[in-house]
């Protein structure tokens, strides 16, 4: 079956400019997690959602930072006011939220702040 | 709060040779124990789990044993192939794989 899909892959932004970055999990999948992803470092957590709601935010670097997933399906990651630190990897991850289960994860989105 | 440390990379070695990555962690509860691998130009993919104590994970001819007494979780393989050149996270996770952690990653290369 289809696996977690991000888009865009690349995205180049000027600084100052708002962004909007894409997941669509694995159909069914309850869990979705959203992770940052610095060159050469591991991914970084930023937020997680059960369904719709969001229950953890607390990676969330700052409030120029917001995720959403209105219908416990397809999720955005927004961050207003791109600055030169936000440039990284941005990972979606699913899970069916059983007991053990291991991260489905995208490719990622490569975002440059210029 | 919860945290990994696994080894520095890069680790090079030839083909055939033993792999061994340490990786130790800390963390409130009994997580279960990921490691994933990152192959060139592909995302994040498990390549084993180990979910109670003395468990051993395998996949690949990688394995892992959980050790709850050292909370480590090593990741070992007999004899390594070209085809292993990546980078290896190993990551605790609480039940459910909410709020996984990772490790900073160890690259291998190995060498024909």
């Known amino acids: 079956g289809a696996g977690v899909s991000q888009s865009p892959r690349y995205k180049v932004a000027k600084r100052g400019q708002d962004v909007a970055l894409r997941c669509d999990p694995i159909?069914?999948?309850?869990?979705l997690f959203w992770y940052q992803q610095a060159l050469g470092q591991g991914p970084e957590f930023l937020t997680y959602f059960q369904n719709e709601a969001q229950l953890d935010k607390s990676g969330l670097p700052s409030d120029r930072f917001f995720a959403e997933r209105p219908e416990g399906s397809v999720s955005t990651l927004k961050i207003q006011r791109t600055q030169q630190e936000d440039s990284a990897v941005y990972l979606c991850?699913?899970?069916?939220?059983?007991?053990?289960?291991?991260?489905?994860f995208g490719n990622g989105t490569r975002l440059t702040v210029t | 709060g919860d945290s990994v440390t696994q080894m520095e990379g890069p680790v090079t070695l030839s083909e055939e040779a033993f792999l061994t990555i340490n990786c130790t962690y800390t963390?409130?509860?009994?997580?279960?124990l990921f490691w994933y691998v990152q192959y060139p130009g592909e995302g994040l993919q498990l390549l084993l789990k180990a979910t109670k104590a003395d468990d051993k994970g395998s996949n690949k001819g990688f394995e892992a044993t959980y050790r709850k007494e050292t909370t480590s979780f090593h990741l070992e393989k007999g004899s390594v192939q070209v085809s292993d050149s990546a980078v290896y996270f190993c990551a605790p996770s609480k039940t459910g794989g909410f709020k996984t952690i990772f490790g900073a990653g160890t690259r291998l290369f190995v060498k024909a």
């Open positions: 159909s069914g999948h309850v869990s």
């Open positions: 963390a409130t509860g009994y997580p279960s």
């Open positions: 991850a699913s899970s069916p939220h059983l007991e053990n289960s291991p991260l489905h």
